[in-house]
């Protein structure tokens, strides 16, 4: 580990938690990372990155559930920019923003993330996973 990157660890804040493929795994993964921020004292973005915490495990648990296998939450503040990071077990299945369904069914969590963030994206592997990451800056 070379002196900058050993600097940027010694700066940087980390949560992690894995959590079941369910509705209520989902819940607690946007509860939990909104508590942590708070913990952290960056309530000006708890709210935003609780909203894409929602929309990234949600479309975890509905489009990358495998049966028996969790997914997990990663949230990194980094100087001025939270990234979250949302991994799931379907790596075959890379999330494209797509048209709102006329039903109102859904269709416009990935939408809402790219309003809050300044970028997302997704990042293969290790097989058979996937890792669904957005930044959002910090005021």
């Known amino acids: 580990m ?13 949560f992690t938690l894995q959590l079941s493929s369910t509705p209520r795994g989902a819940r607690l993964a946007r509860l939990l990372a909104v508590e942590q921020l708070r913990t952290w004292g960056l309530e000006e973005v708890a709210g935003a990155a ?18 028996g296998r969790d997914f997990r939450l990663r949230t990194i503040v980094t100087g001025a920019v939270v990234r979250i990071e949302v991994s799931d077990t379907r790596g075959d299945r890379v999330p494209l923003p797509g048209a709102p369904s006329g039903d109102g069914g859904g269709g416009r969590g990935l939408l809402v993330v790219a309003a809050l963030a300044r970028g997302w994206g997704v990042r293969p592997g290790p097989s058979p996973q996937k890792t669904v990451w957005a930044e959002l800056d910090l005021p």
Do not use: D, Y
């Open 2 to 14: 070379n002196p900058e990157t050993s600097q940027l660890m010694a700066t940087a804040r980390h």
């Open 50 to 67: 609780g909203q894409v915490v929602a929309e990234l495990a949600n479309n975890a648990v509905t489009h990358g559930h495998v049966p």
